[in-house]
């Protein structure tokens, strides 16, 4: 079983930065790729970006340029860095983790969220 636990959401004004950190815990044998998916309420869940294991990147073209997804593998911890935000950032972030056991059975988990609220 694994565990993410997130940190660093808040409440920040337009043009803000903020910093989300999650950091994974557990039985862990492999660590894949690691995301942040976001819920605006009425929304579905995104994709913000996601990272491999060897720190391959990728973004959802909203936040390109202002945010940046970074992890340390030694630490099992991953992060987003976020600048420029703007009040349709505004969303519970998840952190997102998949993972491989030593049979080759893959397993996604889910942190518990984080409430990041940008002021206009």
């Known amino acids: 079983q694994v565990q993410l636990v997130e940190s660093g959401g808040g409440l920040v004004q337009a043009g803000g930065s903020l910093r989300l950190s999650c950091a994974a815990s557990g039985v862990i044998f492999r660590l894949n790729t690691m995301g942040w998916y976001r819920q605006a309420p009425g929304k579905q869940r995104e994709l913000v970006a996601a990272?491999?294991?060897?720190?391959?990147?990728n973004y959802v073209d909203s936040v390109k340029g202002r945010f940046t997804i970074s992890r340390d593998n030694a630490k099992n911890t991953v992060y987003l860095q976020m600048n420029s935000l703007k009040p349709e950032d505004t969303a519970v972030y998840y952190c997102?983790?998949?993972?491989?056991?030593?049979?080759?059975?893959?397993?996604?988990?889910w942190g518990q969220g984080t409430q990041v609220t940008v002021s206009s």
């Open positions: 990272i491999t294991s060897g720190g391959s990147a």
């Open positions: 997102n983790a998949d993972t491989r056991d030593p049979w080759g059975t893959r397993r996604g988990y």
